[in-house]
């Protein structure tokens, strides 16, 4: 099987686990690969995650151009933008679930890193994760912000929409994702209690045991 066709059947089938866990609802979310030569696999506008077939996936040129399927998602501009920035990513993920939602809508006085560091897995898959201020759906200036928090960033927030993340491979992304979402949860849950988060130095010791 081609690399093309290997990676369509795979974003179906992690459409329909991320719908599945209810972390993408109604045409919500997006999801893209790169292939070898630049070109992005990305889903399709007003697609339900749950319900994509391998051959309507949107093939689009790094210029945003599409070369086949149906017509890309309206949010396919931020993924070329997270491309553009990091050379090293090969997939993405965007959704608009409950609790990352949630903790896009707080009003954050620290924008450089919205969820604190609670488990050792989040500062592993996740890292930190910066603001990106409101913009208008569709609104391309966006495109530039989004670029800018990608540079040192795997995972952005985009106020009062939702996280981006991006991996090595779509299966990195996924996961890094759902821990995400995870730790958006924890947080909710332990609310204002006290919480002990991971220290300076236990965050540093991860980093340098995991680099990546
Ligand atoms: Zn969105």
């Known amino acids: 099987m081609s690399q093309e ?10 459409g329909a686990l991320l ?23 990305i889903t399709p506008t007003n697609s339900s ?7 309507r996936i949107s093939k689009i040129r790094p210029d945003g151009a599409l070369i086949a399927g149906d017509p890309p998602s309206k949010e ?5 933008a997270v491309y553009e920035e990091r050379p090293a990513a090969r997939a ?10 949630a903790v896009s ?11 604190p560091p609670l488990t050792a897995y989040h500062v592993m898959r996740v890292g ?10 569709g609104d391309r200036a966006l495109a530039k912000a989004v670029r800018e928090a990608s540079k040192d960033h795997r995972a952005i927030m985009l106020a009062n929409h939702g996280p981006i993340v991006s991996g090595a491979t779509i299966e990195e992304a996924v996961y890094a994702y759902e821990e995400l979402e995870e730790t958006a949860k924890l947080y909710f849950i332990i609310g204002d209690r ?7 130095e236990q965050i540093a010791e991860i980093n340098r045991t995991f680099s990546n």
């Open 128 to 137: 930190k994760l910066p603001l990106v201020r409101y913009f208008r759906p």
């Open 49 to 55: 995650l749950g319900f994509l077939e391998p051959e």
């Open 19 to 41: 719908y599945n866990r209810q972390l993408a609802h109604g045409s919500a979310g997006n999801l893209s690969v790169r292939l070898d030569d630049g070109s992005i696999l």
């Open 76 to 80: 396919y501009f931020f993924h070329l």
């Open 194 to 200: 006290k919480t002990s988060p991971l220290k300076a």
């Open 105 to 115: 809508c707080l009003c954050h006085e620290e924008t450089e890193d919205v969820l």
């Open 92 to 101: 993405i993920v965007h959704l608009h679930s409950t609790y990352s939602v």
């Open 5 to 14: 066709q290997e990676l369509r059947e795979k974003l179906v089938r992690m």
